[in-house]
Structure formats: structure tokens, C-alpha cells
């Protein structure tokens, strides 16, 4: 798929170790999500990124606060904002917002978490979870936040609620 697309690619879920890592880059992915090893792993999670600067993005979930791991099944008392610093500091080219009580529920974005995880951070932040309509768009757009730079919009252009066309002017702001 990597090298038929046209497009670059975007990897994640189960990334656990270098070599594992090292043949999802290699079949063509042009960056990868590490979640559970950025929480549990944080050495490979710098190793990672000082192979690979650029291609390694941090996809915290989290609840209340709190970071969510192994697909939302173990939740841990670590805080979001702090491991979304911690993996700045290893190197991490971006990272997904937490939101993972969302995900794909249609109920939503939680603007205000993805508000204070990219507060607290200076690289790319990338909102997910819970978009419904082109209004989640637009509350995240106007957050103002320079580094909150892409939205995960899935469901909703599944079922139809949302445009592709329209929510990429949206994003933009250049719709009419």
C-alpha cells in the first residue's frame, strides 16, 4: 500500500521495537506512531526518533487526564501534558491529541484537551477523536494554536456527516 498509494503514509499499532520499527519504514511508511512504547519504552521511544528525526510521532490517548495505552485497554496515572513534553524532548516530530474516549463515537472533539496538550508543547499537534462536523473544524481552528496543525476526521466522512472537500476549506480557513 506505502509504495502504491502516491501519498505518504502514516503507521501505528503495535510498534514495540527497532526491528519492527525499522521494516515498517522499510515497506515505505513515511512516519510512524508509537503510543505504548512512548509511555512504557520511553529509551526505544528516543532511540526511535534520533534514527528516524522527522518520522516519529507520539499517539497519546488518553482519559481524564491520564494516558491510555495497549488500544485504550490500560490506563495509567501518568498525566498527558507530562508525557506529551517528555516525548518533545526525545525528538518527537508530532503527536496526536488526547482524546481517546472519542475516538470514532461521533460525539464531539474535545477541544479543551486538545487545547491544553498543544499549550504545553511547540511541535505539531494533531487533533483526533469525536469529530462529527465541519463545527468541531471550526472550534479547533479557532484555538489559535499555531502548532495545532491537522484534525483526524474519520466516522464522520464514513457515514456522510462530514465533506472531505468542505472540511479540508474548513481547516484551511478558506471557506466560503
Not at 520499527?21 to 505504548?36: C, F, K, N, P, Q
Not at 518527537?92 to 491529541?97: N, T, V
Amino acid at each position: 500500500m506505502c509504495r502504491g498509494v502516491g501519498a505518504m503514509i502514516e503507521v501505528g499499532g503495535g510498534i514495540r521495537d527497532l526491528a519492527t520499527l525499522e521494516r515498517v519504514l522499510g515497506a515505505g511508511a513515511g512516519r510512524v506512531v508509537l503510543g505504548t512504547a512512548a509511555l512504557e519504552d520511553p529509551e526505544f521511544f528516543a532511540t526511535a526518533c534520533r534514527r528516524h528525526p522527522g518520522r516519529i510521532l507520539a499517539g497519546i490517548d488518553a482519559r481524564k487526564g491520564k494516558v491510555s495505552v495497549a488500544g485504550w485497554t490500560k490506563d495509567s496515572t501518568t498525566d498527558a501534558a507530562g508525557l506529551a513534553v517528555e516525548v518533545q524532548r526525545a525528538g518527537a516530530a508530532a503527536m496526536s491529541s488526547p482524546t481517546s474516549r472519542r475516538d470514532g463515537t461521533g460525539d464531539g472533539v474535545n477541544a479543551a484537551a486538545v487545547d491544553a496538550l498543544a499549550a504545553e508543547v511547540d511541535v505539531s499537534v494533531i487533533a483526533s477523536g469525536g469529530v462529527a462536523s465541519l463545527d468541531d473544524i471550526r472550534k479547533l481552528r479557532a484555538l489559535g494554536r499555531r502548532n495545532l496543525d491537522a484534525v483526524i476526521v474519520g466516522r464522520a466522512i464514513y457515514v456522510g456527516a462530514v465533506d472531505l472537500a468542505t472540511a479540508l476549506r474548513v481547516g484551511h480557513g478558506t471557506e466560503a
